[in-house]
Structure formats: C-alpha cells, structure tokens
C-alpha cells in the first residue's frame, strides 16, 4: 500500500508559478513510476505528467503543459514534485498525485494504482 498526500495547491495570478509537492509513504518509493493527473470542473481528468522510478531520467508531459510544467522526485525524501511556470486559467483543477509500481512512464490514469486526495489551483485572469 501506498499513501499519496499532495500539497501547495492555492489561487495565483495568471503568468505565475506555482509548485506543488506530494509526499509518498509505505513502499519503497523509488521502485515507483509518478504522475500527475488534473481535473477541471465539469471536465473528464487528463493526465499532466509523470515520471519514471529510480533516477526519474524519464519524463512525459501532456502538450498542453510542455515547456511551462516540470515534474522531478526526491527519493531520499518520498517526495515527487510538480513545477508549474506561466500558470493560465485553463490550468485551474484540482491536482492529484498517482503512483504505480514499475519503470515506465504511464499516461493512462487506469495505469496507476495509488491515487492522493487532491489539491486545488485556482488560476485567477
């Protein structure tokens, strides 16, 4: 089992940045591939990015976010990271955190196993 807690939601202009932190617990989290998924209201939840185990050296992101998100993990700290830059009001949802066991970057939400509550950003025009 695996307990996913995502934090630094809140409301930003838009132009600004915001980070948000997701803090893993109860497997060894390096053996874990991490995404980030959103969902605005009213709308189905997309996928944003992930990142795969060990090292992170890979990463996938969705391209609506390319060049503007970055996602990066701490595994000393369980911690899986996700930097948002020139924030728009088309990025405001609701940010969860997933983890799924294994070495790829998966983009499918049905491929993660582990899920977080959510964490609200709010971009204001």
């Known amino acids: 089992q695996v307990q996913l807690v995502e934090t630094g939601g809140g409301v930003v202009q838009a132009g600004g940045s915001l980070r948000l932190s997701c803090a893993a617990s109860g497997r060894t989290f390096s053996n874990y591939a991490m995404g980030w998924f959103r969902q605005a209201p009213g709308k189905e939840r997309e996928f944003v990015g992930a990142i795969s185990r060990s090292s992170g050296s890979s990463t996938g992101y969705a391209e609506s976010v390319k060049g503007r998100f970055t996602i990066s993990r701490d595994n000393a700290k369980n911690m899986v990271y996700l930097q948002m830059n020139s924030l728009k009001s088309e990025d405001t949802a609701v940010y969860y955190c997933?983890?799924?066991?294994?070495?790829?970057?998966?983009?499918?939400?049905?491929?993660?196993?582990?899920w977080g509550q959510g964490t609200q950003v709010t971009v204001s025009s």
């Open positions: 997933a983890a799924v066991y294994g070495l790829r970057v998966p983009v499918g939400q049905n491929e993660y196993k582990y």
